[in-house]
């Protein structure tokens, strides 16, 4: 981290810096603003949570300052940012926090190929991401359970079915540029309606939010009618 040098923009949120430690071992350091700025944040709100614990803790009794302690203890989110002084005063370490501000959004690639490029080492890494994320995606969003199956054509068949699902969610997110849980939870408040009265029955669809109108603006996908069908009552 100490040795000197600038970081290249090789992505979309992605700057890379390389260490050469010998002709073959190679270390280039990954840091993604987005996610220092998420780390800064989740920090802040740990570090404020810790101080509201520990306030006027040195009225307390060292028991009941021991006490507080082991409970703080029991939450590694907080005890990280925990230093109790020689006399057993309960304190917000602000070395830890200024330590780990050198580390927001970093993270640390080891390489042995003298032939690859920072940028390849990169963004193979974050493919191999991508694809630890898709399993995930195919068994939390698409809710894809074991399914056995015994004939060539109906396993080869599953496997394109689960293919052509998360091809689906993926073209979803690049072209609105939102989450596919997003995308799912606004379009999953669009509903139907059946409704009868004396003169018949009709089905009418929610008015369109401007989020909904412009997830399907953007996915080139037509907004419903209103009134999706309507049969009078026969005389």
């Not at 709100?45 to 040195?58: C, E, H, K, M, R």
């Not at 396993?155 to 293919?163: F, T």
């Not at 409704?195 to 953007?218: E, I, N, W």
Request: proline residues 5%; charged residues 30%; glycine residues 6%.
């Amino acid at each position: 981290m100490s040795r000197q040098g600038r970081y290249q923009d090789v992505g979309e949120n992605m700057r890379v810096k390389e260490v050469r430690i010998s002709d073959t071992d190679r270390f280039v350091i990954c840091h993604n603003p987005e996610a220092a700025e998420r780390d800064r944040h989740m920090r802040e709100q740990l570090v404020a949570q810790l101080a509201g614990l520990i306030a006027d803790t040195d009225k307390l009794s060292d028991f009941k300052r021991g006490e507080l302690r082991g409970k703080i203890a029991d939450k590694p989110g907080l005890n990280r940012y925990l230093r109790a002084t020689p006399a057993g005063k309960l304190r917000v370490d602000q070395a830890k926090i200024k330590a780990e501000e050198n580390l927001d959004g970093k993270y640390l690639l080891r390489c042995s190929d003298p032939h690859l490029s920072a940028e390849d080492i990169a963004l193979g890494y974050k493919q191999l991401l991508e694809v630890e994320r898709g399993w995930r995606d195919m068994k939390q969003i698409i809710d894809l359970r074991p399914v056995y199956h015994r004939l060539e054509e109906r396993i080869r068949a599953h496997v394109i079915l689960c293919w052509l699902a998360l091809l689906l969610i993926r073209i979803t997110e690049t072209t609105t540029g939102k989450t596919w849980p997003h995308i799912r939870r606004e379009l999953d408040r669009l509903h139907l309606g059946t409704f009868t009265g004396r003169t018949g029955t009709f089905q009418q669809v929610t008015t369109l939010t401007k989020p909904q109108r412009d997830l399907l603006a953007k996915l080139d996908i037509p907004a419903p009618k209103q009134v999706v069908s309507l049969q009078p009552t026969p005389r």
